[in-house]
């Protein structure tokens, strides 16, 4: 079975962590964001992945090379030379996905930015139960205005029709970005640049082929940074519920907590909630960490304070500096000691003096 990952560009929303490395390798929970797609995929028996990517293909594909041998799948690239939109790609990509190999077999296509449960095993169940053309995951928000919304029959999933950012509502299902499709809806897509939203799924809507399921568990799109934060959230804590072992506890960790085998974390430290700590970083004593990301190689100094912040890789926080308010330092930035920062937003290899009193781009 194949799947493809839309990648797409230069996740410009995500700055300054894409300016070190391409979007989908920028940690999540620890791992690559792309990482959490591709062991999904792999555990329901995908044994090969295309990513649709316009930005640094050789980048990625040197760096998921070890993840190719470790988990026994084929990793290829499809390489556009200018953006394809959300179903280009998958014209573009036709002769990875369909080949000798697997005659009529659907594949997956999934959005890069999402972080979900990824309930594929029970997606394949449906889509071989409804007979239809195309499957589509979706998922129930607060605010379905910001969002294109999908108008379904509850009883059989059978999708009707797609309203891109309705003024007046009309239900609270969003797509959700993951879809399994049969071979033959490439031939409804054309080689140029064409959105799947608004273009290739009303096409199979008309003609009574596409079907939504409901994705059980959370879903968020991580693309920026206060998303991301807030997926965090959402991932720890059905971390929680469905593998709490790899959870960290003890007397100073409060809440959902993801600390790497390899960090250190000092004594009268209090760790949580909502925290991911990557690999090899030291967290000194008397250290405050809550709802942020520590990214691999980090040091943070005696008694800073760090929350709803990123923090990059191989930074520094220096002895009583505090961090906060959606604070995202980039790769190699150096706070100094007793240095406020309210939503500062760092670029790679500064130094931080004085105070970011309100938030602000540090170029």
Same mark, same amino acid.
């Given at each position: 079975?194949?799947a493809?990952i839309?990648?797409?560009?230069?996740? $410009?929303?995500?700055r300054?962590l894409?300016?070190?490395?391409?979007?989908?390798?920028?940690?999540?929970?620890?791992k690559?964001?792309?990482?959490?797609q591709?062991?999904?995929? &792999?555990?329901v028996?995908?044994d090969e992945?295309?990513?649709?990517?316009?930005?640094?293909? /050789?980048?990625?594909?040197?760096?998921? +090379?070890?993840?190719?041998?470790?988990?026994q799948?084929k990793?290829?690239?499809s390489?556009e030379? /200018?953006?394809?939109?959300t179903?280009g790609?998958l014209a573009l990509?036709?002769? +990875?996905?369909?080949?000798g190999?697997?005659p009529?077999?659907?594949?997956?296509?999934?959005?890069?930015?999402?972080?979900s449960e990824?309930?594929?095993?029970?997606?394949?169940?449906?889509?071989?139960?409804?007979g239809?053309e195309?499957?589509?995951?979706?998922?129930?928000v607060d605010?379905?205005s910001?969002?294109?919304?999908?108008?379904?029959?509850?009883?059989?999933? &059978?999708?009707?029709?797609?309203v891109?950012?309705p003024?007046?509502y009309?239900?609270?299902?969003?797509?959700a970005?993951?879809y399994?499709?049969?071979p033959?809806?490439?031939d @409804?897509?054309e080689?140029? !640049? $064409?959105s799947?939203? @608004?273009?290739?799924?009303?096409?199979i809507?008309g003609a009574?082929?596409?079907?939504?399921? #409901?994705?059980p568990?959370?879903?968020?799109?991580?693309?920026?940074? +206060?998303?991301?934060?807030?997926g965090l959230?959402?991932?720890?804590?059905?971390?929680r519920? &469905?593998s !709490?072992? &790899?959870?960290?506890?003890?007397e100073?960790?409060v809440?959902?907590?993801? #600390?790497? /085998?390899?960090a250190?974390?000092?004594?009268?430290?209090?760790?949580?909630?909502?925290?991911a700590?990557? !690999?090899?970083?030291?967290?000194?004593?008397?250290v405050r960490?809550?709802?942020?990301?520590?990214?691999?190689g980090v040091?943070i100094?005696k008694?800073?304070?760090v929350?709803?912040?990123?923090?990059?890789?191989?930074?520094t926080?220096?002895q009583?500096?505090?961090?906060e308010?959606m604070?995202?330092?980039?790769?190699d930035?150096?706070?100094?000691d007793e240095v406020?920062?309210?939503?500062? #937003?760092?670029?790679p290899?500064? /130094?931080?003096?004085s105070?970011?009193? @309100?938030?602000?781009i540090?170029?």
């Amino acid at each position: 079975m194949k799947a493809l990952i839309l990648v797409g560009g230069f996740g $410009t929303r995500l700055r300054p962590l894409t300016l070190s490395f391409p979007k989908p390798l920028v940690d999540f929970a620890n791992k690559p964001m792309i990482l959490h797609q591709i062991e999904a995929l &792999k555990a329901v028996g995908v044994d090969e992945v295309v990513l649709a990517i316009n930005y640094q293909p /050789e980048v990625m594909l040197n760096f998921l +090379k070890d993840f190719e041998a470790k988990l026994q799948i084929k990793i290829t690239c499809s390489q556009e030379t /200018e953006p394809m939109g959300t179903a280009g790609p998958l014209a573009l990509a036709r002769d +990875k996905l369909v080949d000798g190999s697997s005659p009529g077999q659907p594949f997956f296509v999934l959005n890069s930015d999402v972080i979900s449960e990824y309930p594929l095993r029970e997606m394949i169940e449906f889509h071989r139960a409804h007979g239809g053309e195309a499957s589509i995951m979706v998922t129930k928000v607060d605010e379905p205005s910001k969002y294109g919304v999908v108008v379904m029959e509850e009883a059989t999933g &059978k999708m009707e029709k797609f309203v891109e950012k309705p003024k007046l509502y009309v239900g609270n299902k969003i797509n959700a970005g993951i879809y399994l499709l049969n071979p033959s809806v490439l031939d @409804k897509i054309e080689l140029r !640049p $064409t959105s799947i939203e @608004k273009e290739t799924f009303p096409k199979i809507a008309g003609a009574g082929g596409l079907y939504a399921m #409901v994705l059980p568990g959370f879903w968020m799109d991580i693309g920026q940074p +206060k998303d991301y934060i807030t997926g965090l959230r959402l991932y720890l804590d059905s971390l929680r519920k &469905k593998s !709490p072992g &790899k959870l960290t506890t003890g007397e100073n960790v409060v809440g959902n907590v993801l #600390v790497d /085998e390899t960090a250190k974390i000092g004594e009268g430290c209090l760790i949580g909630p909502d925290v991911a700590i990557g !690999p090899g970083c030291v967290v000194e004593a008397g250290v405050r960490l809550s709802r942020c990301t520590v990214m691999r190689g980090v040091r943070i100094k005696k008694h800073a304070c760090v929350s709803s912040s990123i923090v990059g890789w191989h930074s520094t926080v220096g002895q009583w500096a505090r961090i906060e308010n959606m604070t995202i330092l980039g790769e190699d930035v150096h706070v100094g000691d007793e240095v406020y920062t309210n939503g500062g #937003v760092v670029l790679p290899h500064k /130094e931080i003096k004085s105070n970011i009193l @309100k938030p602000e781009i540090v170029m």
